[in-house]
C-alpha cells in the first residue's frame, strides 16, 4: 500500500506542483549547453595538441 501511495503523491507533484520549462527556455538551454560543450572540447583538443607536440620533442632529443 506504501508505494500505491507513494506513486499517487508522486503523479500528482509531477502533474500540478511542478513548473516546466517552456519550448523556448529548452532551447535557449540547449543552445547554451552545446556551445559550452563546444567550448570544453576545444580548448581539451589544444591542450592534447600541445601535450603531444612536446611529447614528441623530448621522444626526438633522445634518439
Given at each position: 500500500m506504501k508505494i500505491i501511495n507513494y506513486c499517487k503523491a508522486s503523479y500528482e507533484e509531477l502533474v500540478h506542483k511542478t513548473t516546466w520549462p517552456s519550448r523556448?527556455?529548452?532551447m535557449n538551454s540547449a543552445?547554451?549547453?552545446l556551445i559550452a560543450s563546444l567550448c570544453i572540447a576545444a580548448v581539451?583538443?589544444?591542450i592534447d595538441t600541445a601535450f603531444d607536440k612536446g611529447m614528441q620533442a623530448i621522444y626526438s632529443l633522445a634518439k
Open positions: 523556448k527556455e529548452l543552445v547554451v549547453v581539451i583538443f589544444v
